[in-house]
């Protein structure tokens, strides 16, 4: 397995959950990662992205002000902190890494080059 998320599970609205991203060293080195998630009968969408460097940064508007994004290269780990979550959060959630160093970030799906299986997020009312 080039990348796996895991973290996944049941929550209740309002509440938190901490998603990670774990991968190989050739999945991982060099690359931005970048969560998106695909809700019941919707189309994966992008969530959020860290550059290579960690400095740069996007998220979705849905999702800004509640997530937050990290990387620890060090340990080949990307990480998800989800806050004040709602309903609408629910979903199985991927982890994807593009090529590209630096501050190289993207928000498009057909530039990640390696995608992991995906772990789901419920979130009850």
């Known amino acids: 397995v080039q990348l796996q998320a895991f973290g996944g599970g049941l929550v209740q609205a309002g509440g938190s959950l901490k998603l990670s991203c774990t991968a190989s060293?050739?999945?991982?080195?060099?690359?931005?990662v970048g969560w998106f998630r695909q809700g019941p009968g919707k189309e994966r969408e992008f969530v959020a992205v860290?550059?290579?460097?960690?400095?740069?940064?996007s998220y979705s508007d849905s999702v800004k002000g509640r997530f937050t994004i990290s990387r620890d290269n060090a340990k080949r780990m990307v990480y998800l902190q989800m806050n004040s979550l709602k309903t609408e959060d629910t979903g199985v959630y991927y982890c994807?890494?593009?090529?590209?160093?630096?501050?190289?970030?993207?928000?498009?799906?057909?530039?990640?080059?390696?995608w992991g299986r995906g772990t789901l997020v419920t979130v009850s009312s």
């Open positions: 860290i550059s290579w460097s960690g400095i740069a940064t």
């Open positions: 994807a890494a593009a090529h590209g160093g630096g501050n190289y970030i993207t928000t498009l799906q057909r530039e990640y080059d390696f």
């Open positions: 060293e050739r999945t991982f080195d060099v690359t931005a």
